[in-house]
T-cell receptor, first 116, second 114 residues
Framework: KAGVTQTPRYLIKTRGQQVTLSCSPISGHRSVSWYQQTPGQGLQFLFEYFSETQRNKGNFPGRFSGRQFSNSRSEMNVSTLELGDSALYLC???????????????FGPGTRLLVL | AQKITQTQPGMFVQEKEAVTLDCTYDTSDQSYGLFWYKQPSSGEMIFLIYQGSYDEQNATEGRYSLNFQKARKSANLVISASQLGDSAMYFCAMTGNTGNQFYFGTGTSLTVIP
């Protein structure tokens, strides 16, 4: 079974631009979560999508948004990029059942975003 | 809310020796899951092992075992017979019973010395 894939792997943008990152979950997985990883803040939860609906949301400004398509693929968008948005963005997928604490999240390779 | 604490920023271990990475957690949920992930320098988070709050036996997966002490709220990862390829960041994480959100610790950098 193919793993979680993320595109692009690397991205360089300038302040003020916007960016869209893509995530394809493991086949059969309906939940997709996004995380931001920085040296200073560590791993922080952005949001989780299940069946095209945002089910959970972390504490990030509205510039960070996402969506999920009917095939469970997900995209996240960051508008008006700031220098502090430079990070590794990780996507994770899981089955998405109601017993969330039993489910393992499987991560993709991440997208490294550099904002200049 | 859930909280994960990893107090060892960096650890060194001799090849073929065992090493324990510490993790303590805090939650008011009765149902929760505890996870360990490995992150090599490439960035991908690799799932290692899972322990559920109601599991009475400690989880094991090959050379990885999870020393679960519920009363002490600790979930330490034990790696036996360390290999050079084990050098990486290791993250402890947990979920509560309210959803699919993971809470991560700050990680421990493990270096295996030949």
């Amino acid at each position: 079974k193919a793993g979680v894939t993320q595109t692009p792997r690397y991205l360089i943008k300038t302040r003020g631009q916007q960016v869209t990152l893509s995530c394809s979950p493991i086949s059969g997985h309906r939940s997709v979560s996004w995380y931001q990883q920085t040296p200073g803040q560590g791993l922080q939860f952005l949001f989780e999508y299940f069946s095209e609906t945002q089910r959970n949301k972390g504490n990030f400004p509205g510039r960070f948004s996402g969506r999920q398509f009917s095939n469970s693929r997900s995209e996240m968008n960051v508008s008006t990029l700031e220098l502090g948005d430079s990070a590794l963005y990780l996507c994770a997928s899981s089955l998405g059942g109601t017993s969330g604490y039993r489910e393992t999240q499987y991560f993709g390779p991440g997208t490294r975003l550099l904002v200049l | 809310a859930q909280k994960i604490t990893q107090t060892q920023p960096g650890m060194f271990v001799q090849e073929k020796e065992a090493v324990t990475l510490d993790c303590t957690y805090d939650t008011s949920d009765q149902s929760y899951g505890l996870f360990w992930y490995k992150q090599p320098s490439s960035g991908e988070m690799i799932f290692l092992i899972y322990q559920g709050s109601y599991d009475e036996q400690n989880a094991t997966e090959g050379r990885y075992s999870l020393n679960f002490q519920k009363a002490r709220k600790s979930a330490n990862l034990v790696i036996s017979a360390s290999q050079l390829g084990d050098s990486a960041m290791y993250f402890c994480a947990m979920t509560g019973n309210t959803g699919n959100q993971f809470y991560f610790g700050t990680g421990t950098s493990l270096t295996v010395i030949p």
